[in-house]
Antibody, heavy 115, light 112 residues
Framework: EVQVVESGGGLVQPGGSLRLSCSGS????????MTWVRQAPGRGLECVAA????????YYMDSLKGRFTISRDNAKNSLYLQMNSLRAEDTAVYYC????????WGQGTTVTVSS | DVVMTQSPLSLPVTLGQPASISCRSS???????????LNWFQQRPGQSPRRLIY???NRDSGVPDRFSGSGSGTDFTLKISRVEAEDVGVYYC?????????FGGGTKVEIK
């Protein structure tokens, strides 16, 4: 069974940090770009960050201004998102997604930034 | 950034009737390899998005054949030949050709 599982979400104060993790079973990450997509409450989808198969190339939403870092560990079939200096507008469900054409999605992990 | 514009925002449909969603991109989505990376996703209430169509017109495994995609260049369409109750949700187009990857704003399909 193909399964992608995110973890690490939670409630954090403005200015705080979180590290999201994603692991896959029945699905290989190493041969694909991997992306983080987020969905704010009641809103649409936006691609937050993406990383190439070997980790050599990353893309980030312009508005993040260097606060987030995406990384991967192909040996562990895992993806990560380090989020620093969190703001209220970062509140969202964060999805781990395989590929730049997004064929496999996780169930999402909720990040809430609030005092 | 490539802007993806979907219409309509809301689409009330009678069960068994067809539905059509339009998606337009601000730039051509033809990649250097000759492929057009335009994808369609369905998000049912309370669920994660699920890809339905990739590269304009290819259905993903398990997607009913009542769903079809078409288009080229900057103009694309998702059609549902006969809407069923399980099709209720929000549909998004997304381009995988240009960085950053961008989504349309979504079309909410509901039953009349």
């Amino acid at each position: 069974e193909v399964q992608v599982v995110e973890s690490g979400g939670g409630l954090v104060q403005p200015g705080g940090s979180l590290r999201l993790s994603c692991s896959g079973s029945g699905v290989t990450f190493s041969t694909s770009w991997m992306t983080w997509v987020r969905q704010a409450p009641g809103r649409g989808l936006e691609c937050v960050a993406a990383v190439k198969q070997d980790g050599s190339v990353n893309y980030y939403m312009d508005s993040l201004k260097g606060r987030f870092t995406i990384s991967r560990d192909n040996a562990k079939n895992s993806l990560y998102l380090q989020m620093n200096s969190l703001r209220a507008e970062d509140t969202a469900v964060y999805y781990c997604v395989r590929g730049r054409n997004m064929d496999v999605w996780g169930q999402g992990t909720t990040v809430t930034v609030s005092s | 950034d490539v802007v993806m514009t979907q219409s309509p925002l809301s689409l009330p449909v009678t069960l068994g009737q067809p539905a059509s969603i339009s998606c337009r991109s601000s730039q051509s989505l033809i990649y250097s390899d000759g492929n057009t990376y335009l994808n369609w996703f369905q998000q049912r209430p309370g669920q994660s998005p699920r890809r339905l169509i990739y590269r304009v017109s290819n259905r993903d495994s398990g997607v009913p054949d009542r769903f079809s995609g078409s288009g080229s260049g900057t103009d694309f369409t998702l059609k549902i030949s006969r809407v069923e109750a399980e099709d209720v949700g929000v549909y998004y187009c997304m381009q995988g050709t240009h960085w950053p990857l961008t989504f349309g704003g979504g079309t909410k399909v509901e039953i009349k």
